[in-house]
């Protein structure tokens, strides 16, 4: 029984590990057809049934190119940081709120945060360690990106920490049965989900990977293997957090197919924005962090505090009320 309680997280990871990486393969099909469908154009459609096959032979190509790497680079901590990026947004599924024996996490909004701040070694350490000017530039322009909307990323979570008075995902999940966090915080959802188009680095939030003034940014001298890895880690981060938006603010279970249809959707979301708006600019993106959704969600935490505050003292006087009334008969 003891080595059951063992190898079950152990086999339960390698399950969820192989079904991100299925999910990756196929979210990057589903988007190069819907941005090839926006273009008016067909998108991949030659290998296998309408393009089926696409994804792995692109992943064969990456995997079998000759892997080159710049002579005057850190090489050790070059090639170390592609496969961390990955391992840190693999990590971060451990907090996903199964209704199993497999993870357990009472303070998975932490173990969320915490994760996702370290996200930002990995690109500012890849972009020096190349020892290029437009890798340093994008690495640098990513940190300044970080800083400025994880602040107010958090103070969103601080919110609704407040209103359901727990830090487990599995709470969000309980506390939504009746009423989605959406329709109490719609102001707060939408800001989240435009702070999601910046984590996952995407249109039109992309200026990490800015192609036209940094030449593809921090990632521009990576090849083969270390490019797909990249590659990986950010739609596995797309997936992720369009999970967590379900989850935070849609009460899903995951146990339903629901759950996986307002996924897709959120998935759905990510790449139409992609296919519909231009890269907005660098200084825009500093001013709606820091002036205005700074501000926005801080008056937000707030309300949610002041309403957990009164609600809290109205249970007391009820309480106290009811005691008196009780001395008074």
Do not use: H
């Not at 957090?241 to 989850?247: C, E, I, K, P, R």
Request: charged share 10%; hydrophobic share 55%.
């Amino acid at each position: 029984m003891m080595y059951i309680d063992l190898l079950l997280p152990l086999f339960g990871s390698l399950i969820l590990i192989i079904c991100v990486m299925v999910g990756v393969a196929f979210l990057t099909l589903f988007e190069r057809k819907i941005l090839g469908y926006i273009q008016i154009r067909k998108g991949p459609n030659k290998l296998g049934i309408t393009g089926i096959f696409q994804p792995f032979s692109d992943a064969i190509k990456l995997f079998t190119k000759e892997q080159v790497y710049p002579y005057i680079s850190n090489y050790l901590i070059y090639y170390l940081c592609p496969v961390f990026s990955l391992f840190l947004i693999l990590f971060m599924w451990l907090c996903v709120p199964f209704m199993i024996k497999l993870y357990s996490f009472n303070l998975g909004v932490l173990f969320f945060l915490a994760c996702t701040s370290l996200g930002v070694y990995s690109i500012m350490v890849a972009g020096w360690s190349s020892n290029s000017s437009y890798s340093l530039l994008g690495g640098l322009r990513a940190v300044a990106q970080t800083i400025s909307y994880e602040v107010s990323l958090a103070l969103i979570f601080l919110s609704f920490i407040f209103l359901i008075s727990g830090f487990s995902f599995m709470d969000f999940y309980l506390k939504q049965q009746y009423i989605w966090l959406l329709m109490l915080g719609l102001p707060l959802g939408y800001v989240w989900l435009i702070f999601s188009l910046a984590e996952t680095n995407r249109t039109p939030f992309d200026f990490a990977e800015g192609e036209s003034e940094l030449v593809s940014g921090f990632n521009v001298e990576y090849s083969s293997g270390g490019f797909a890895l990249i590659f990986l880690a950010e739609y596995a981060s797309i997936l992720f957090m369009s999970m967590l938006f379900s989850v935070l603010f849609l009460g899903s279970n995951l146990f339903s197919v629901l759950f996986y249809l307002k996924l897709t959707f959120i998935s759905f979301f990510f790449i139409w924005v992609r296919g519909t708006m231009p890269r907005y600019r660098y200084d825009k993106l500093m001013n709606l962090a820091w002036k205005s959704y700074l501000t926005f969600s801080l008056c937000f935490l707030i309300l949610f505090i002041s309403l957990k505050l009164m609600v809290m003292i109205l249970i007391l006087w009820m309480i106290y009320s009811k005691i008196k009334n009780k001395k008074n008969q």
